[in-house]
């Protein structure tokens, strides 16, 4: 049982949010929210049955979301961050049907999401 989760941290300005994935959201929350960067609170999250592929969807939202990353700006660092509403993340998820597809998750232990299907 792993998530999909969309997280958004409003202490940074703007607001940035992070899209990850883990098996415990409490847990995760808790993990990020120490540090520079606190208060963590996951807003939307997405239930899959295996981490590869909950990770292939999770390629799929960074590859959408790639023009917003805010990597090495002085709030977000990671490369999972970005600056966009989790709103509109949660719209792409569930319009777009994201899912594992075939052709970007040959196996299990090989991911490679390169076509995010018109996102």
Request: hydrophobic content about 25%; overall charge positive; glycine content about 6%.
């Amino acid at each position: 049982m792993t998530y999909v989760y969309v997280a958004i941290n409003p202490a940074t300005n703007p607001p940035c949010i992070k899209i990850g994935i883990t098996d415990d959201i409490d847990k995760r929350m808790k993990q990020l929210s120490v540090g520079q960067l606190r208060r963590w609170e996951s807003l939307y999250e997405y239930y899959y049955s295996s981490r590869w592929k909950s990770k292939c969807v999770e390629r799929q939202l960074h590859g959408a979301f790639q023009s917003r990353n805010c990597k090495n700006t002085r709030d977000c660092s990671s490369r999972e961050m970005f600056f966009a509403s989790p709103h509109h993340v949660n719209e792409v998820i569930t319009t777009q049907c994201l899912r594992p597809k075939k052709q970007c998750c040959v196996s299990r232990y090989h991911c490679n999401c390169n076509g995010y299907g018109g996102i």
